[in-house]
């Protein structure tokens, strides 16, 4: 029996990266709410001094911060699954409808979660780790991505090591008051 799309959890993320692609909000900095923004992964994710990359619990995601930003994205472990179980290579000879849906869907999942997310550090006003969770300001709000995002049942921002929480809020700050 040959294998379809991936799980629910996969197509859910494709999901949530299109529909946070076309979100913004107005507010009083001019119209555009800064929610963060969306960019093709960069494979190459090179970190120089002070910067910090840290794995969620299953190492699914990441988050980074890179110079003057904050970096979200699956994780390179997360990017090889999707790549295996969204291979359109064995369909190339199938022909009809089912199959032709079939290789757009998976094309799809495959362009959407290739995709990052990042967040200016100047409008990050806050970070800390409380209760179990990294908690960020940006523009005084949480960064409802981030802040609603759930993995495996739990929220992103709370399936982090506590020691790894911790220094990703370090870096955050330590780069703001530089």
């Not at 076309?22 to 992964?41: F, I, L, P, T, Y």
């Not at 291979?87 to 990052?116: C, H, N, P, W, Y």
Request: hydrophobic residues 40%; proline residues 3%; glycine residues 8%.
């Amino acid at each position: 029996m040959r294998r379809t799309v991936p799980a629910g959890a996969i197509l859910g993320m494709a999901v949530l990266v299109v529909a946070a692609c076309g979100r913004r909000d107005s507010n009083d900095r001019g119209g555009v709410e800064s929610q963060g923004n969306v960019a093709h992964r960069d494979s190459a994710l090179v970190l120089g001094p002070g910067d910090v990359r840290i794995v969620n619990e299953d190492s699914s995601v990441e988050m980074a911060v890179v110079g003057q930003q904050i970096v979200v994205r699956l994780s390179d472990k997360t990017m090889e699954k999707v790549r295996r179980e969204t291979d359109t290579s064995a369909l190339k000879d199938s022909s009809g409808f089912g199959a032709s849906i079939e290789k757009m869907v998976k094309r799809t999942v495959q362009s959407a979660l290739g995709q990052q997310f990042t967040y200016p550090l100047t409008d990050v006003r806050d970070a800390k780790y409380e209760d179990g969770a990294i908690v960020l300001d940006v523009n005084g709000k949480q960064p409802r991505l981030l802040a609603n995002t759930k993995f495996n049942g739990r929220k992103l921002l709370e399936s982090f090591r506590p020691d790894d929480a911790k220094r990703f809020v370090a870096a955050v700050n330590a780069k703001k008051a530089q």
